[in-house]
């Protein structure tokens, strides 16, 4: 058994959205972390570490076999060429829900296929899909370049909360002429949406009865083979369901309570040394209810719509298993191989209709330690992965492996910002304040002089008291507090043009403000942009790699 550590988290990590259209974060350099991928997988190819009594090379080595044996199964088995791969080379690992998601979440997919290129190496992009389903519509450029909103377009009636997996695409029009709706938003802004190049890839695998997290997918692998950067593929509800992973799950079912254990010691080092006070973020802590231990695996039967924490009561001679309501078994151990034996059962359970899935944390964590060599993360994933490393040390007694944490932010040709900023508007508020109290500094010398020669004589009476506190003195400042209060008012109204053309400012630059926060909105999905933009993008932030 690995010998526990305790948890150190020390220093968070800032890592930045780009501010700036076309800026990119990559940390470490993409050169570097080309290094990090080839000496991690030499350095876990002669790890002999045991887990479960098996060593970490000869996990990871079976893990990464199935797994990529799987991706090529599900790129047949939906009509697709596998891209080419070198399983003898490094595997970078990436992952998200199977959204529309935005350029900065896509600069990832981009990254390990050309990675991959670079070290003679595989891509695989975990879809997943055990997650709540959402969004479910894009949101789009709506309005003028004055003044721009935001309306979002749906592509299914469906809104029921479920996780991606169990959802079908509906094909009515909300489905089939969404890229119809979407283009007829955007021709207003001249722009020509890559969504419609890549659509009909959704469409073909809804009418091939796909459910609708696949049809999503499928139009965002469409568009990664159009331009030369297709990875491989596994969504997390067939990754769940492998040998590999039973494994794994039946692992930190076994140990439920020393995982749970780590788990929570590796959230509280979080929370501390990033000042969080909330007991659920970054994730909740994994507890006791009624004898019954939570575990960091999901379950729900098909149909359900909401799912629950897998939970676990381990004894010397079993280990029940339950959802807290409609599903309990009891399964008998014995006193050798019950990791396999329960990886089997685990397997038979889920092709009755269980649903077991992994949490977003364990996820990573199988993903990291028994199949990536180099694991990308944006810049979320990246800090609750502080987490994830804390878990590796305490639990499994490894050195967690590096990862990559890149982004990027591209804007839509929507006609570029306004040349404003918030720090414009604080000026503004801060010239108005003072018309409002320091008149006298915006009044040419002719005007209202003998109520600035009164105001000045006020400061100046003002400045010799300050040191007498004497209840004369305390009489005298409440006397030319009230003289202060008349005086300024007086001023005030010589004032009175220059502040409603400054209001009339403001108000023009909290306009552009707000129309800024749409012509600069980084979550616009990559789908929106003309393909030629997107290409171009994606090539510059990634030409460290050529």
């Known amino acids: 058994m690995p010998v526990p550590v305790s948890p150190t ?45 098996i060593s ?25 060429v596998p891209p080419s791969h070198l399983s003898a080379g490094p595997l970078l690992v990436g992952g998200h829900q199977p959204t529309l998601f935005h350029c900065g979440v896509l600069v990832k997919n981009f990254a390990l296929a050309r990675l991959a290129r670079r070290l003679d190496g595989t891509a695989l992009n975990l879809i997943v899909d055990s997650d709540i389903a959402a ?28 996780p991606w997996e169990d959802l079908r695409p509906d094909l009515s029009a909300a489905f089939t002429a969404f890229p119809d709706r979407v283009s007829d938003a955007l021709a207003r802004w001249g722009i020509d949406p890559l969504l419609t ?18 049809c999503l997918s499928a139009a965002r692998i469409a568009m990664q083979d159009r331009m030369g950067h297709g990875t491989l593929e596994l969504p997390i509800s067939r990754l769940a369901t492998r040998p590999p992973f039973l494994r794994f799950m039946a692992m930190s079912l076994l140990e439920a309570e020393r995982f749970a254990e780590s788990h929570n010691r590796a959230l509280s080092a979080y929370r501390i040394a ?33 799912r629950r924490r897998l939970l676990t009561q381990v004894t010397p001679t079993s280990i029940r298993l339950s959802d807290g309501s409609g599903f309990n078994v009891q399964w008998a151990l014995d006193s050798g191989h019950n990791l396999d034996r329960l990886a089997t059962a685990l397997g038979g359970w889920q092709e009755s209709g269980l ?29 609750y992965d502080e987490v994830t490393d804390s878990l590796m040390a305490d639990f499994f007694g490894i050195s967690p492996p590096p990862y990559l944490t890149l982004s990027g932010t591209l804007h839509l040709p929507l006609g570029g910002p306004f040349d404003v900023s918030s720090v414009d508007r604080s000026q503004l508020t801060s010239r108005r304040r003072r018309m409002l109290y320091n008149a006298q500094e915006f009044l040419d010398a002719s005007q209202a002089s003998e109520l600035v020669e009164r105001k000045t004589s006020l400061i100046e009476r003002q400045n010799r008291d300050k040191r007498d506190t004497s209840e004369t003195s305390r009489q005298k400042r409440r ?22 053309a400054l209001d009339g400012e403001l108000q023009r630059l909290d306009r552009q403000l707000d129309a ?17 933009l997107l290409g171009s993008f994606l090539d510059e932030a990634l030409s460290e790699l050529e």
């Open 355 to 383: 649903r077991i899935r992994p949490s977003a944390l364990s996820t990573t964590l199988f993903a990291r330690v028994f199949l990536a060599d180099l694991f990308i993360h944006g810049i979320g994933g990246s800090k």
């Open 135 to 162: 969004p479910l519509h894009l949101s789009v450029p709506d309005g003028s370049r004055d003044q721009p909103a935001t309306r979002l377009v749906p592509f299914t009636t469906d809104t029921a909360a479920r």
């Open 479 to 500: 006397q030319r507090f009230q003289e202060f209060r008349a005086v300024n008012h007086e001023l005030t109204r010589h004032t009175i043009g220059a502040r409603q």
């Open 56 to 80: 970490l090379a000869d996990w990871k080595q079976q893990s990464v076999d199935d797994t990529l044996l799987a991706a090529v199964e599900y790129a047949e088995e939906t009509g697709r």
């Open 197 to 214: 190049r890549i659509w009909p890839s959704a469409i073909a695998a809804a009418e091939a009865g796909r459910g609708l997290a696949e």
């Open 9 to 53: 988290i020390t220093s968070p990590v800032s890592r930045r959205v780009p501010a700036a259209n076309r800026g990119i974060l990559a940390d470490p350099s993409l050169t570097h972390a080309v290094k990090l991928a080839h000496d991690t997988q030499r350095a876990v190819t002669a790890c002999h570490t045991p887990i479960a009594g």
């Open 274 to 306: 990033n000042n969080v006070r909330s007991r659920t973020h970054p994730a909740a802590d994994l507890c006791w209810h009624e004898g019954w231990l939570e575990t960091p695996f999901w379950c729900w039967h098909s149909g359900d719509t909401h």
């Open 516 to 532: 800024n926060s749409v012509l600069t909105n980084r979550e616009f999905s990559f789908c929106l942009f003309p393909e030629e």
